[in-house]
């Protein structure tokens, strides 16, 4: 077994969720292809005392219950063993693996949109508990060939470029992060206590109220790699205009060159380049889906390029992004949908962040903390 991915464990174990001896793990696959990080987590956990559950997808699953029913119950239907694991487990990992990540592009979007209810379901325990505190859980990616290919890299290419960004090229990757962690905390000081966002930029005008809001420091506790700081905006007080300058993936669909409009926090209007159709459906899933649950500056400079992996774009250094749908309870947002959605704008070439009005952050660099 590759050593950086015995490292990963130790890191994901250690680390980012801190288990303690005694505690049940739920180690969950998206695919067969995530199983030699399955291994390693199992095996990392029972040396510890942890006591380990692995739950892996069949290949293809979600293609195939699009595939064989066109009944919504059954397209929606919770799996009651992952539903019992994310009610009590206190520390799941979640291994994104996926073998074909627009396997479900082509099916009608009402089967789409029920299948989705299965995995929103899940994320909303997941989000409450860990509001609560009663949930440390970590997402994480294996490198896959349908990876490589997005990224238009080699297996080995894109193996390099995620061991990497996830510093498990470097002889102590733990105290690594725990460096990045702390430098990032001094910006979460910062912002705390402060009240009015304006981003600008050449794809982006837009502003909000964060009063009352925290902002979260994302340095590798729930997503790994990580690298972002992030809060969940007021909800009716987001106004302007956005362009992303990314395509954005989501639940097996690619949409390029999405615009939005933004009126007392509601989207307003929404036009894509390209599957336009997908988008508008998207927002229209719940009330919740046309409001922003989170906007996030990406901190994570050892990632540089877009691959069409939302884990590792969304922390690209030098962008911001926005989610529309369910909000982060832990930074004080009220905003809930069946709905997260990230959508990236670069800011590297003349991007603005005012707070309160001093100006923060200026092609893509904080100029305090």
């Known amino acids: ?62 293609a195939l219950a699009l595939e064989t029913t066109d009944d919504p119950a059954l397209l929606a239907d919770v799996n009651p063993m992952l539903k019992l694991m994310y009610d009590e487990a206190p520390v799941i990992i979640r291994i994104e693996a996926e073998e074909n990540t627009r396997d479900r592009n082509a099916y009608p979007l009402d089967k789409q949109s029920a299948r989705a209810k299965a995995l929103a379901a899940l994320i909303n325990v997941q989000m409450r508990r860990e509001a609560a505190g009663e949930l440390r859980r970590c997402t994480t990616q294996f490198p896959t060939f349908g990876y490589a290919q997005n990224a238009g890299m080699s297996l080995r290419q894109y193996e390099d470029f995620l061991f990497g ?152 250094g030098g962008t911001v992004h926005m989610a529309v749908g369910q909000g982060y309870g832990e930074t004080g947002s009220v905003n809930t949908s069946e709905v997260h959605w990230d959508m990236i704008c670069d800011m590297r070439q003349g991007g603005e962040i005012v707070v309160d009005g001093t100006l923060f952050y200026k092609d893509g660099q904080f100029l305090i903390g």
Not at 11 to 26: C, D, F, I, K
Not at 287 to 313: K, V, Y
């Open 1 to 62: 077994m590759d050593n950086r991915i015995r490292k990963m464990a130790y890191v994901l174990l250690h680390y980012s969720t801190a288990t303690q001896p005694g505690e049940r793990v739920l180690i969950r696959s998206t695919s067969p292809a995530g199983e030699p990080l399955c291994q390693a987590l199992y095996e990392e956990a029972l040396r510890m005392g942890a006591r380990p559950v692995v739950y892996i997808h069949m290949s293809q699953e979600n």
């Open 165 to 316: 960004a996830c510093k498990l090229n470097l002889d102590d990757p733990v105290t690594a992060w725990k460096g990045f962690y702390e430098a990032q905390e001094r910006l979460v000081a910062w912002l705390k206590g402060k009240k009015r966002l304006h981003v600008r930029g050449d794809n982006i005008d837009l502003q909000m109220s964060i009063e009352g809001r925290l902002f979260k420091n994302a340095g590798g506790k729930e997503n790994f790699p990580d690298g972002e700081i992030f809060t969940g905006p007021v909800e009716d007080s987001v106004n302007g205009w956005v362009r992303f300058t990314y395509p954005a993936y989501y639940r097996g669909n690619e949409v390029k060159g999405i615009e939005l409009e933004f009126r007392d926090g509601l989207v307003v209007k929404a036009r894509a380049e390209s599957n336009e159709d997908f988008l508008l459906s998207v927002l229209d899933s719940d009330p919740g889906a046309r409001r922003l649950g989170e906007f996030a500056i990406g901190t994570n400079w050892d990632i540089q390029q877009f691959t069409g992996s939302i884990l590792f774009d969304e922390k690209i």
